[in-house]
């Protein structure tokens, strides 16, 4: 792809971009057609449901292993907790046994899952080293044999998430895209990299639209979209129906409204405040807090706060100073009280963000 693909556009209107999008009997309207990617560790029920306030209409659970014995474990316990969410529910699951992955979408669909979401997208080596993930993507056969076993085992829709390929020697997304269709799945989610880059060089646009040619069911683009103007400019390259935001998300959940108002209106919304912000994380917080456990929650909110971090009025050094006092905290109060005294010195009330939307490559 031309490098001019990849200059930021100028905050001037636009044709309007439609961001709709259909899984099976699940249609999201304009501008809901927005997804949240799924990142074990990080896409829990509170950072879910935050960015479901901020705009993604389209949220998958973090995947758990279809493995029976690890069903009920605490931490498959809460990766499936959807309770209270709005629909569709989707829950994601990873393994290489076509019978074991059909067992375990029939039991997430009896308690209460709308989609299954099928891994063949994680680079990880645990996940890979048990031949599951991306690593599935070298013998086709089997991803064959997954995906029917899956949608014959369930009456809701069936979606894929995957990558390119194994390595970019072997690119095969367009011969798995097609076998996904063949048998039944309702949407693709792919990742413009393949298994062999985990998530470093440029994501391979050519290659997501090439799979939205070859395919008529919807197909989502992911990896590297980190502003509206790159998601603009990658649906408009790719054709794809809609994008999945990852890494892009986490800091700045209002991502979501943001693309879906630059789409609309071609225009960028009004930059939240400071105080705006503190509101936004401090009640994400509270949510982790709720939802694990004050010890736990606090444990888990640091990583989140450094993800914050990114995008705040801070200079790297006072950013270093920041973090290690939130992550010396062990309660919530202290951790909210750090938090509430570096908004409580911040010289200004308004925070024009530049960063990264004016500095996109």
């Given at each position: 792809m031309?490098?001019?693909?990849?200059?930021?556009?100028a905050?001037?209107?636009?044709?309007?971009v439609k961001?709709?999008?259909t899984?099976g009997?699940?249609h999201?309207?304009?501008?809901k057609?927005?997804?949240?990617?799924p990142?074990?560790?990080?896409t829990?029920k509170?950072?879910?449901?935050l960015?479901?306030?901020w705009?993604a209409?389209?949220?998958v659970?973090?995947m758990?292993?279809?493995?029976?014995?690890l069903r009920?474990?605490?931490?498959?316990?809460?990766?499936?907790?959807?309770?209270?969410?709005?629909?569709?529910?989707a829950?994601?699951?990873?393994?290489?046994?076509?019978?074991q992955?059909?067992?375990a979408a029939?039991y997430?669909v009896?308690?209460?899952?709308?989609?299954?979401d099928?891994?063949m997208?994680c680079?990880?080596?645990?996940v890979?080293?048990?031949?599951?993930?991306?690593?599935?993507?070298a013998?086709?056969?089997r991803?064959?044999?997954i995906l029917?076993?899956?949608?014959?085992?369930?009456?809701?829709?069936v979606t894929?998430?995957f990558?390119t390929?194994?390595s970019?020697?072997?690119?095969?997304?367009?011969?798995?895209?097609?076998?996904?269709?063949?048998?039944g799945?309702?949407?693709l989610?792919?990742?413009?990299?393949?298994?062999a880059c985990?998530?470093?060089?440029?994501?391979e646009?050519?290659?997501i639209?090439?799979?939205?040619r070859?395919?008529?069911?919807?197909v989502l683009?992911?990896g590297?979209i980190?502003s509206?103007?790159?998601a603009?400019?990658?649906?408009?390259?790719t054709?794809a129906d809609?994008?999945?935001?990852?890494?892009?998300?986490l800091?700045?959940?209002?991502?979501?409204?943001?693309?879906a108002?630059?789409?609309a209106?071609?225009?960028?919304p009004?930059?939240?405040t400071?105080e705006e912000?503190?509101?936004?994380i401090?009640?994400?917080?509270?949510?982790?807090?709720?939802?694990?456990?004050e010890?736990h929650?606090v444990?888990?909110a640091?990583?989140?706060?450094?993800y914050y971090?990114?995008y705040l009025p801070?200079?790297?050094?006072?950013?270093?100073n920041?973090?290690?006092?939130?992550?010396t905290?062990?309660?919530?109060?202290a951790?909210?009280?750090?938090l509430?005294?570096?908004?409580?010195?911040?010289?200004?009330?308004?925070f024009?963000d530049t960063?990264?939307?004016?500095?996109?490559?």
């Amino acid at each position: 792809m031309n490098a001019s693909f990849f200059v930021a556009a100028a905050n001037t209107a636009v044709d309007v971009v439609k961001t709709t999008l259909t899984i099976g009997s699940h249609h999201l309207g304009q501008g809901k057609g927005l997804a949240l990617a799924p990142m074990a560790g990080v896409t829990d029920k509170p950072f879910r449901a935050l960015c479901r306030r901020w705009g993604a209409g389209y949220t998958v659970a973090e995947m758990i292993s279809a493995q029976p014995h690890l069903r009920h474990s605490r931490k498959s316990r809460r990766r499936t907790d959807c309770c209270g969410e709005p629909a569709p529910i989707a829950v994601q699951l990873v393994g290489n046994d076509p019978a074991q992955m059909a067992d375990a979408a029939r039991y997430s669909v009896a308690h209460g899952a709308h989609i299954i979401d099928i891994n063949m997208g994680c680079p990880a080596k645990k996940v890979c080293n048990a031949a599951a993930g991306s690593a599935l993507l070298a013998d086709e056969a089997r991803v064959a044999h997954i995906l029917d076993a899956v949608v014959r085992a369930v009456e809701v829709p069936v979606t894929l998430k995957f990558r390119t390929g194994v390595s970019p020697t072997m690119r095969n997304a367009v011969r798995i895209a097609r076998l996904a269709e063949d048998a039944g799945i309702a949407m693709l989610a792919l990742h413009g990299r393949t298994r062999a880059c985990a998530f470093t060089g440029s994501a391979e646009y050519e290659t997501i639209a090439a799979v939205k040619r070859a395919v008529r069911i919807p197909v989502l683009a992911n990896g590297d979209i980190n502003s509206p103007h790159k998601a603009l400019r990658v649906l408009r390259e790719t054709g794809a129906d809609s994008v999945m935001i990852g890494r892009a998300a986490l800091g700045q959940p209002w991502l979501f409204r943001d693309i879906a108002h630059f789409a609309a209106h071609g225009v960028l919304p009004s930059p939240l405040t400071l105080e705006e912000r503190l509101a936004v994380i401090d009640s994400h917080l509270v949510a982790l807090y709720e939802f694990y456990g004050e010890a736990h929650g606090v444990r888990i909110a640091r990583k989140h706060l450094g993800y914050y971090l990114r995008y705040l009025p801070v200079s790297e050094s006072n950013a270093e100073n920041l973090r290690q006092r939130i992550n010396t905290a062990v309660t919530a109060a202290a951790q909210r009280e750090i938090l509430f005294r570096f908004f409580d010195s911040a010289s200004t009330t308004v925070f024009v963000d530049t960063f990264p939307y004016s500095k996109v490559a």
